[in-house]
């Protein structure tokens, strides 16, 4: 299958005019939701906004976070002194292809969005993951929500979905990967607020918590070379994946790897989310 409404996430479109027009509208929704509205805190934003705006020439950046509400990507881009209105600037997200991609009028605001659409269950292979990589091979920043599905709970990090770990195996160029973990969202947007549905609009009068974390170190060599290790004893179902033969990494050595890429990076997560419980005390 093709990829959907391509065209219209490109820069190029119509001159880049109806991108920048998304961008100061929903930058503009995402400041007053997470400033007037509501009171957001932010740990770490330091960090954030120097690798948005002046990391390497080319080097790309994945940002990953939990997921607690259809609200976080953009809100938790509105907070002060974050470049929310720059589309240049602005990340590329994955988005879910049943809720953001419906017809043809919410794929082309999302595309505009920079949003690349993700059927959940359809694996690491499928076609929009391929569109993500070429952002990354083009030095762009990427965010992803690794757990897969909104999760409101008050609960640890959810075991998280191979995606991410198999972007940064198979980018281009080894992205710089930072981790954020947010409170707060599932407030300001209950799933379940009336008679099992979100509110129509966003609630206000809630405390945001934003902690952003440090790059994530990965020994991408060393762990490549464990996972092909490991392999060679163990034995997985097919699920018809192609080898990565520059590293060579058949598809359970892929598995090994990223097992262990995505069992480190849920462990930073939640060593963040126990870090943001203690600054709401």
Excluded at 37 to 60: E, I, K, M, W
Excluded at 262 to 280: A, T
Aim: net charge positive; charged share 20%; aromatic share 10%.
């Amino acid at each position: 299958m093709g990829r959907k409404l391509e065209w219209a996430g490109s820069g190029k479109h119509m001159g880049g005019i109806p991108r920048k027009m998304v961008f100061m509208a929903v930058g503009g929704f995402a400041k007053a939701v997470a400033n007037l509205l509501n009171t957001t805190s932010v740990h770490n934003a330091d960090t954030l906004v120097h690798l948005v705006r002046s990391r390497p020439p080319g080097v790309p950046l994945i940002t990953v976070s939990n997921h607690m509400s259809t609200l976080d990507d953009p809100v938790m881009w509105g907070f002060p002194g974050f470049p929310s209105f720059d589309a240049n600037l602005a990340r590329w997200v994955l988005a879910a292809e049943d809720i953001c991609f419906k017809n043809s009028v919410l794929s082309y605001f999302f595309r505009l969005g920079k949003c690349i659409p993700i059927t959940r269950g359809a694996g690491i292979y499928q076609e929009h993951m391929n569109e993500a990589l070429e952002h990354l091979g083009n030095g762009a920043w990427l965010h992803t929500f690794p757990e897969g599905k909104v999760l409101q709970e008050d609960a640890p990090i959810r075991r998280l979905k191979w995606g991410t770990a198999s972007l940064i195996v198979r980018a281009p160029v080894t992205p710089i990967v930072l981790p954020i973990v947010h409170q707060g969202f599932g407030e300001v947007m209950p799933e379940n607020y009336w008679f099992g549905r979100r509110p129509p609009f966003p609630l206000c009068n809630k405390r945001i918590n934003i902690v952003v974390g440090e790059p994530i170190e990965f020994e991408l060599p060393k762990m490549r070379q464990m996972a092909i290790s490991m392999s060679r004893k163990l034995h997985f179902p097919s699920k018809g994946w192609p080898s990565i033969s520059y590293y060579g990494l058949d598809e359970t050595a892929q598995r090994c790897l990223y097992m262990a890429i995505s069992e480190k990076i849920q462990n930073v997560m939640e060593s963040l989310r126990c870090l943001g419980k203690s600054f709401l005390k």
